[in-house]
């Protein structure tokens, strides 16, 4: 059962860090990519960032960049999203997901296409940055 389980989201101030968890299968983090996107009510979602299978590479959308890191850690089998300087911006519901390698090995569809590139999402959890 390939189910992602977020943790971690939290109400924070504007400017401090935070990371977030997703426990991923070992089988689903070694053969698919697993990413982040975030949704605030009434928008679509976005993706944010996303790791390609066994960790070596990632990608992080341009909106994000400088400012979050996406990591594998294979130990505890869980994909990390380190988010610092936070934003009120960055507040929303913040899902976990796993797709398939896409052309050429890409897995970059599951930051510019999240839901058609996703083939499962985890529950979601919470971020708000208050200013």
């Known amino acids: 059962q390939v189910q992602p389980v977020e943790s971690g989201g939290d109400s924070v101030q504007a400017g401090t860090s935070l990371t977030l968890s997703c426990a991923v299968p070992d089988y ?3 053969s698919m990519c697993v990413g982040w996107a975030r949704q605030v009510p009434g928008k679509e979602r976005e993706g944010v960032a996303v ?4 960790g070596g590479m990632s990608y992080i959308a ?8 996406i990591t594998q850690d294979k130990a505890k089998n869980t994909v990390n999203l380190e988010m610092n300087d936070l934003k009120p911006e960055d507040s929303g519901v913040y899902y976990c997901g796993a797709g398939h390698l896409g052309y050429a090995g890409s897995c970059q569809g599951l930051v510019t296409t999240p839901d058609r590139r996703v083939s499962y999402w985890g529950q979601g959890t919470q971020v708000t940055v208050s200013s």
Do not use: C, F
């Not at 790791?51 to 066994?54: K, N």
């Open 51 to 54: 790791i390609w299978p066994g």
């Open 62 to 69: 341009d909106s994000v960049k400088g400012r979050i890191t």
């Open 28 to 30: 689903t983090a070694s």
